[in-house]
């Protein structure tokens, strides 16, 4: 590809994506800063993972209240959430509601895929092409394009030989699936299986669950909002806001009430009976101890263990629900309504996989250990190629025509998450090495674009034409990840943040565990003095060049 290429038009800002990411860089680089933005969007709406997962019992887990924009005041007060745990629709009535609210539908080109991306050298701009064979220019070039949002389909024989319907959570037919009277299977118990898990259940003629590692699954505690609460939190939630940017999740979370190692049995039960009757993922922050001390673990754990056992009336199939082989917290914990009580249904059956893996489809069915299961339906709820999968899915080719995906195979490395050393002027929003989905995602967006935000202003200010991270900056941060994430263990299981779900992908820590607040105030630190890590190259200096 030159980058001498005829192009169709030139702007200061590419944005790929037009999810919750997308829409809000939009929002900040064209309507605050003035510039001239250009937008790609693969799919026909706004609202990217929204947008696409429309599977049975989506929704969101964290609270809606939480879970939304907070650049508006205007837009927090309008909206109205009905529900603690909002549902896909929901969310993507929202999603669509800033669009239009904001006017930011006329700058994106749907059903549009950025296929390329060339820096050129001689000009510090980006030479963007799209499978429409569009190409445009731009002096800065920012990702949206979600952590969650390249679905991974296992390599499993015979696949392409089923007669039946094969379906992805992550990419559910638009115009919904009737599944009533059918035979359904459902490869997958994360956070996706375990929401659609119960409402394919109601549906089906027939549910055949197929579980590799059980999940912990909490109880939602879902319900219709209560509008005095929603007021109360209306009338406070300019601080409500502030206290989210800087905690360590992103959102309201209640304070321990000491390690579950020194308060005694009685207290520790009184209070995780208390947090499992609200619901939500509170539970998870019952005890100081729980994430860092495998005995303290065992305390919130064997409590999971045990209302799975009064949940399942079948003790042999409440064994094989319990996970037993990692700690509570070393996979994204799940968050579900009648999830347990499911399997006590008639027309659900659980097949364990982990001791006789699926080996085939067939034309009928799935193969596993020595039976096949007859299904008219295959779900996959196999998860994503998580955090890299979808910038590595467009072709960037930075300084020198290096590849970014041949760059990050073996070590997908961001400054701040934010820049990769040998591709200037390129920002990932949620990229590798940021908090990104470890914590509510909407509060990662928000700090990312205003970061980002900002320093395009210093950019503007100061005649600068060229911004590149530092490659000791990047492997300094790196190495804080790694550090970081060793006190997790979600680092130390197989998952989707280790890169541990796809065959071949490199096995390193994709997120940083350190929380939202201390990431703020590290990036806050680095743009006060100066744009510390990243290289900055005047106008003038850079053509003399
Ligand atoms: P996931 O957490 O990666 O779960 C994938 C599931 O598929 C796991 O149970 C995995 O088993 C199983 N699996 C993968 N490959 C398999 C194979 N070849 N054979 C059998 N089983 C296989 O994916 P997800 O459930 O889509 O969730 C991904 C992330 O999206 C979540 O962690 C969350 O961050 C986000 N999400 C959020 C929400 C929400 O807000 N409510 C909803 C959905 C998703 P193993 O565990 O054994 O690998």
């Known amino acids: 590809m030159t980058t001498a290429q005829e192009v169709d038009q030139t702007v200061d800002a590419v944005v790929i994506g037009a999810g919750f990411a997308g829409m809000y860089a939009l929002h900040r680089l064209r309507d605050d800063l003035g510039l001239d933005v250009r937008v790609f969007e693969r799919g026909s709406g706004v609202g990217g993972t929204w947008f696409w997962n429309r599977y049975p019992g989506a929704r969101c887990d964290v609270e809606s209240m939480y879970y939304s924009y907070s650049f508006s005041e205007d837009l927090e007060q309008e909206w109205q959430w009905t529900e603690r745990y909002p549902t896909q629709p929901e969310i993507l009535d929202y999603a669509n509601h800033v669009a239009d609210r904001f006017g930011l539908r006329d700058t994106i080109t749907f059903d549009t895929s950025v296929d390329r991306a060339d820096f050129d050298e001689g000009s510090n701009t980006w030479v963007v092409t799209t499978d429409a064979g569009e190409v445009v220019r731009a002096k800065f070039l920012i990702t949206a394009v979600g952590c969650l949002s ?12 089923f007669t039946g319907r094969i379906l992805h959570t992550g990419q559910w037919p638009h115009e919904g699936v009737d599944l009533e009277g059918k035979r359904v299977a459902v490869i997958g118990t994360g956070s996706s299986g375990v929401q659609a898990i119960p409402e394919i259940a109601r549906q089906a003629q027939h549910l055949t669950v197929f579980q590799r590692t059980p999940p912990f699954v909490l109880p939602a505690g879902n319900r219709p909002l209560d509008p005095e609460n929603v007021a109360d939190i209306k009338s406070r939630y300019r601080d409500i806001r502030e206290s989210v940017k800087n905690s360590v999740a992103g959102t309201i979370v209640e304070y321990p009430i000491g390690s579950a190692l020194e308060l005694d049995e009685e207290t520790r039960r009184r209070e995780l009976d208390r947090r499992w009757a ?12 729980t994430s860092v001390n495998l005995e303290a673990n065992a305390v919130l754990a064997d409590y999971v263990r045990e209302r799975i056992a009064s949940d399942v009336k079948s003790p042999d199939l409440a064994a094989h629900l319990s996970p037993q082989t990692y700690p509570i917290g070393a996979k994204r914990i799940c968050i579900g309504t009648d999830y347990y009580t499911t399997y006590n249904r008639e027309n659900v059956t659980l097949v364990d996989i982990r001791n006789s893996p699926i080996t085939a489809v067939t034309a009928q069915g799935i193969v596993a250990g020595d039976e096949e ?9 196999t998860g994503y190629d998580a955090v890299t999968g979808a910038i590595n899915g467009i072709d960037i080719n930075g300084v020198g025509g290096r590849s970014l995906r041949e760059t990050w195979e073996t070590n997908p490395q961001a400054y701040l998450g934010l820049s990769s050393a040998g591709f200037p002027n390129l920002f990932f929003i949620t990229g590798p090495g940021s908090p ?28 600068i034409d060229r911004v590149e991270a530092q490659p000791a900056a990047q492997d300094d941060w790196s ?5 970081r994430s060793q006190s997790s263990f979600l680092s130390k299981t197989a998952n989707w943040q280790t890169g541990a779900n796809i065959p071949g992908k490199a096995q390193v820590f994709l997120l940083y565990v350190g929380g939202m607040g201390p990431y703020r105030k590290t990036c806050d630190e680095v743009a006060a003095a100066g744009y510390t890590g990243f290289t900055l190259t005047p106008a003038r200096q850079s053509a003399i060049a």
């Not at 390249?150 to 696949?159: E, M, V």
């Open 479 to 483: 190495a804080h990840i790694a550090e």
């Open 150 to 161: 390249t679905s991974q389909l296992p390599a499993i024989d015979g696949l392409s030989d």
């Open 373 to 381: 299961h007859e299904v008219d339906v295959i779900v996959f709820a």
């Open 436 to 463: 990104s989905v470890l914590v509510n995602v909407i509060v990662s967006i928000e700090q990312h674009v205003d970061w980002i935000h900002d320093l395009l202003i210093h950019v503007r200010d100061n005649n």
């Open 278 to 289: 609200v619901g939500g993922s509170d539970i998870m922050a019952t005890f100081t101890d």
